[in-house]
């Protein structure tokens, strides 16, 4: 029979399916909002003769669905097989190894949701819509389809697999449209080879309310370099604050990517953008320390790359110790969210680099070079964290970057601490004092240094 019942582990589906061959080609699917059998042969009858008819269609889009491959020359590519051919087409920009697993894990999830839901639809061709809406609604409400997560560990002897199960919580925004944009991607690319007619996931995305991560406050900094010790913590703390480098190319940060005083044969593991970062001098004295106890190998920090490379979970864990062990609040309570969210641990360090940079008023354009940012958008939320009354304040303390070699930064007086008298005062002569005046007195300090 043409029309079925599809039987599942809880029984036969309330539905009725319908199956059939004409013209060579099969045609499946739903016998929608039919609840009897009569109803259903109605249905899958109004279908036949709809493919017997096809020729007498005026509708675009239905000729395209029941005839891409004659019409378009598109071939049948199954959802298993989508990413790796996707991965296959030669972009402008390939992303680095990491981004590539996240985006292939948020594929399968999507995969398992059609398989499960939707197990005819097993083609790109087949997705439609109704199925990418219903997708996207189910990530707003209650996260991924699959909430069991396999992953592997290094164990004192050997790798372990783990699993572990996600809560039904929501995602938040930013994950949720990474999610989108990635299987969204996937059906762009494809969309000429499978004869698409249009992106079922051309759907907006949302409003990215972001919970920005807090840039470490001096005080914050005078204790962290107090307390940090090899060789896990002073590599991390010394490369990633001097660099803005994140916390996998700090743990990578190979030798041969030093070139006397610049870092400059690096690659950002994330974007594959090449980088160009001057050495600053605390970095310069913990890479003169560090040279001769490497002894020749690899790595800056061999430790360090040696736990990222085998436990990367590892290494943030201890940043998260180490910070919560000197009264750095890490994490913060997001209303509706049931998990705390970091603000404040590995990542900051970037954060840090941006606002420093924002205060000393260095150019956007050099900060994000540095930083190896693909847009001006994504610097300009690391600095956001640079008050107007900061700039103000402390754009005059700023190492000229674009003359003499740089000098150490000053350090930055603590949040509130009163200004010497004499200061204070210089401050306000400086704003009222006539430009000749001033240029008297800049002559006489210059003379006198």
């Not at 950002?268 to 050495?279: A, E, S």
């Not at 190998?297 to 062990?325: H, I, W």
């Not at 997001?334 to 260095?362: P, W």
């Not at 610097?379 to 107007?388: E, G, P």
Request: charged share 25%; aromatic share 8%.
């Amino acid at each position: 029979m043409s029309i079925f019942k599809r039987k599942t582990t809880r029984g036969e589906t309330d539905e009725y399916h319908y199956n059939f061959m004409q013209g060579g080609k099969r045609y499946y699917g739903v016998c929608e909002g039919c609840t009897t059998e009569r109803a259903a042969l109605a249905f899958e009858k109004n279908i036949r003769d709809t493919a017997k008819n096809a020729s007498q269609q005026k509708s675009v889009k239905a000729l395209l669905d029941n005839f891409r491959e004659e019409l378009t020359g598109g071939d049948a590519i199954s959802l298993a097989g989508a990413f790796d051919r996707y991965m296959a087409k030669p972009k402008k920009r390939r992303p680095g190894e990491h981004q590539q697993q996240r985006n292939r894990t948020y594929w399968g999830d999507f995969v398992a949701f059609m398989a499960s839901r939707y197990p005819e639809a097993v083609n790109l061709a087949d997705v439609t819509d109704r199925h990418a809406e219903e997708y996207i609604t189910m990530l707003r409400d209650s996260g991924a389809f699959v909430k069991e997560v396999t992953f592997t560990r290094q164990s004192r002897r050997r790798i372990v697999e783990a699993t572990y199960t996600h809560q039904c919580d929501k995602l938040s925004p930013r994950t949720i449209n990474a999610r989108h944009k990635a299987i969204k991607a996937v059906f762009a690319w494809l969309k000429d080879d499978a004869g698409l007619a249009r992106n079922p996931f051309d759907i907006p995305t949302l409003d990215n309310d972001t919970v920005s991560r807090d840039a470490f406050t001096n005080a914050e900094l005078v204790r962290i370099g107090d307390a940090m010790t090899m060789p896990y913590t002073q590599p991390i703390f010394t490369i990633g604050l001097c660099t803005g480098l994140t916390l996998g190319d700090i743990c990578l940060l190979r030798w041969n990517e030093i070139d006397g005083e610049w870092i400059s044969n690096k690659r950002r593991r994330k974007t594959g953008v090449m980088l160009d970062i001057p050495i600053m001098p605390p970095l310069a004295a913990f890479l003169e320390q560090q040279r001769p106890v490497t002894g020749g190998g690899e790595f800056v920090a061999p430790e360090l790359a040696a736990m990222y490379q085998t436990n990367p979970t590892g290494v943030m864990m201890r940043v998260k110790s180490f910070l919560e062990g000197l009264g750095i609040q890490t994490t913060s309570r997001i209303e509706g969210r049931s998990r705390a969210v970091s603000t404040k641990a590995a990542h900051a360090m970037r954060h840090t680099f941006a606002y420093l940079a924002g205060v000393y008023s260095v150019p956007q354009p050099i900060v994000q070079s540095v930083l190896g940012h693909m847009s001006p958008e994504m610097t300009a939320l690391y600095q956001k964290h640079a008050s107007r009354e900061a700039k103000v304040k402390f754009m005059q303390q700023m190492p000229n970057v674009l003359g003499a070699p740089a000098a150490p930064l000053k350090q930055l007086p603590a949040a509130g601490a009163a200004m010497e008298p004499e200061r204070a005062e210089l401050h306000r002569l400086a704003d009222a004092l006539p430009i000749e005046s001033i240029r008297n007195v800049l002559e006489y300090a210059q003379r006198r240094c």
